[in-house]
């Protein structure tokens, strides 16, 4: 089996979608280079994106007895959208002082999925390794969106791993909390819970939220980094891993791929929509 180390020691292309994209674009982006990744069609892709304002929910989230409730208190009370992802796991917060970072690369057969995520993992302990060797894997139970790699120091969790596969392709994907409360996200994914769940029963155990085991990295860190400075320090650290980058742009081939993908992505969030107007 490949080393986790040897999956940064080659050519890695990277996209900035740092600004003006709105979040369905991202995921359907994730989806395009997976598939070119995947046919051999691009190099490894390292994307970095930024979205204001948003909730990401995952399918689960989509059945919740009253989200449209979940959902009116977001837009209405917080002033945050939301939409469903194709990836999985359950609802995350995205603003401005979280950085989301992508590792697209090419999947064999023996790529596990604790594969996937051990690469996450590498990197993100070496863009923080002058600051902390305290960087866990376990899953944090009463966050939002608890799963085995969420990422914590002292217990407190400061970053959530998804994985999704297309077409021969493997998207790693994690948001990184950097500026900002924790607590505060959480607080909101926890009313939000209440809203669209009002102690209904289900077949689906959605999380007993607990604002206290979340936060940021620089409450953790006590550090002012700006999501710009995280990605100056993930560069680097590609580079330390041996990476080489180039910035190629999006090709013709590729936005007319973008384009099928970006279909799918709004053909799911439509049916969220007419799931909605039923309850």
Not at 4 to 31: A, K, N
Not at 166 to 190: D, F, N, P, T
Not at 250 to 258: I, K, P, Q
Request: net charge negative.
């Amino acid at each position: 089996m490949t080393n986790v180390e040897d999956y940064f020691t080659q050519e890695w292309r990277y996209i900035d979608h740092t600004s003006g994209l709105q979040p369905m674009q991202s995921f359907s982006f994730d989806d395009t280079f997976c598939d070119q990744v995947g046919h051999d069609r691009s190099p490894s892709v390292v994307r970095t994106w930024v979205h204001h304002h948003v909730v990401i929910l995952g399918i689960h989230d989509s059945r919740l007895p009253y989200l449209k409730d979940g959902i009116n208190f977001l837009n209405d009370v917080k002033g945050y959208s939301a939409i469903v992802r194709n990836s999985g796991g359950l609802g995350v917060v995205l603003d401005k002082g979280i950085l989301n970072i992508s590792l697209i690369f090419k999947g064999k057969h023996d790529v596990s999925i604790d594969t996937g995520y051990e690469v996450m993992l590498r990197l993100i302990r070496e863009i923080f390794k002058e600051e902390t060797n305290q960087i866990v894997n376990k899953e944090i139970t009463a966050s939002y969106c608890p799963g085995s790699y969420d990422l914590s120091i002292h217990n407190k969790k400061f970053a959530g791993i998804s994985q999704r596969r297309v077409r021969g392709g493997i998207a790693v994907q994690i948001y990184l909390c950097v500026e900002g409360s924790g607590a505060e996200r959480a607080q909101m994914m926890k009313d939000f819970y209440q809203q669209a769940l009002k102690g209904e029963y289900t077949k689906f155990t959605y999380p007993i939220i607990n604002p206290d085991c979340m936060a940021s990295i620089n409450e953790l860190l006590e550090t002012e980094y700006t999501t710009n400075d995280i990605l100056f320090k993930l560069l680097g650290s590609l580079k330390t891993l041996g990476a080489t980058l180039n910035m190629d742009p999006v090709t013709e081939d590729e936005w007319a791929l973008y384009d099928q993908y970006f279909e799918r992505m709004i053909e799911r969030n439509q049916k969220m929509i007419r799931n909605m107007e039923k309850q």
